[in-house]
């Protein structure tokens, strides 16, 4: 299900937010339904809440936008907004507080769903900036899909047997042109037209950004464990100062969830299985510092944020900037792994439809992309609906991802959004594709492969 920026009714469009709705909704029970009630109430990492916390969460999110505010309802359960508030406890914190049950956390959340449908069924979904065009139950249904990308990487941290299943990722084949040249010149980045886009990619602006070549595919396991047999980790002269402190004193060696057996061979564990490393995958669970010590020991560097949304959006022959690399559609299974449709990213070169103007695949999907940007606002950021979701992040140490995961949803990820987080973090669904700048030759050439 998707959303149609043009929709031919207000009817139609009621039609597809309602599917939105229940589609990202699916998702969370079979996330939560999965595991038994000890591990829906268990913390099976300090990095992350007990999955009863986040089904809540999703709930009073959505009960606090669409039924109070858009529906002018009565609260449900007052006396439980500062429990599922994330600003007044820390993720480690939450498994200590007085939570609803997992019986009395469906009730809830199914009774405020109930009456978001009514909100959705009585108000015009014009007039107001909060519904113009479905706004208010956009956001939800991101913010729901959010949630649901941290509960299966919650599911990757817990112990036990798999409880998820889901099948392979389609093969791939490994694009020619390992490397393409962005030409250098401006475009537009962010968006002011996108009517579900979140304030911090508003709005559209201008952005000149010199010629530099990008990799066609992210970085693979084969060749991150190319670093890793090098000495990669045992060399402070491939890291920053402050990635050298991190890796020695949280003892960094690889990947996290990478294994040796006695032979010295790879394996990794995804979703309580253990299984031969997949050679031409990206990479996945890498923090930035890592991803910058690989990208500096093969003569490359992380893009920058402006650079990987040039290299994801820009066509250089008609000059615009499109909403996904392929266009301006709606993903679909040819285009990217998205959706939880597959539990791993696919190989290098599984999905030729989804690469860009310029040749340059998966952009979308697979792996969370780290850039080498921090988290900064557009020039013209206006907070909106409220300053919690980005505002009060801005600054600080974080760095910007781009591009989804497997776990991100279609309704989730365009080609303007952004994520955000620490430098130190790896339960993320976060891998890397490396860029370099062009040579003075390469910057005069025409776009494409070098």
Known sequence: MTLDLHPGTEEELRARVAG??????ARSTTLTEAVDEADLVAQHSPLMSPLVWDLAHIGSQEELWLVRDVGGREPLRPEIDGLYDA??????????????TPAETRTYVAEVREKAFDALERTPLRGRRLVEHGFAFGMIVQHEQQHDETMLATHQLRAGAPVLRAPAPPPGTRPAARQVLVPGGPFTMGTSTE????????????????AFVIDTAAVTNAEYAEFVEAGGYDEPRWWSEVGWGHRVSAGLVAPQFWERDGSGSWYRRRFGAVEPLAADEPVVH???HEAEAYARWAGKRLPTEAEWEKAARFDPWSGRSRRYPWGDEEPTPEHANLGQRHLQPAAAGAYPLGASALGVQQLIGDVWEWTSSGWHPYPGFEVFPYPEYSR??????????????FGTAPAAIRGTFRNWDHPIRRQIFSGFRCARDATAAEAGAPSGRV
């Open 20 to 25: 939105l709705l229940t589609e990202s909704r």
């Open 87 to 100: 600003f007044q406890h820390s993720r480690a914190s939450r498994v200590e507080l007085p939570l609803l």
């Open 195 to 210: 009517p579900w886009a979140l304030d911090n990619e508003r709005p559209a602006h201008p952005v000149d950004v010199p």
């Open 286 to 288: 890498v923090c930035f």
């Open 392 to 405: 009060v992040f801005f600054g600080g140490d974080y760095r910007v991802l781009r591009g989804g995961s």
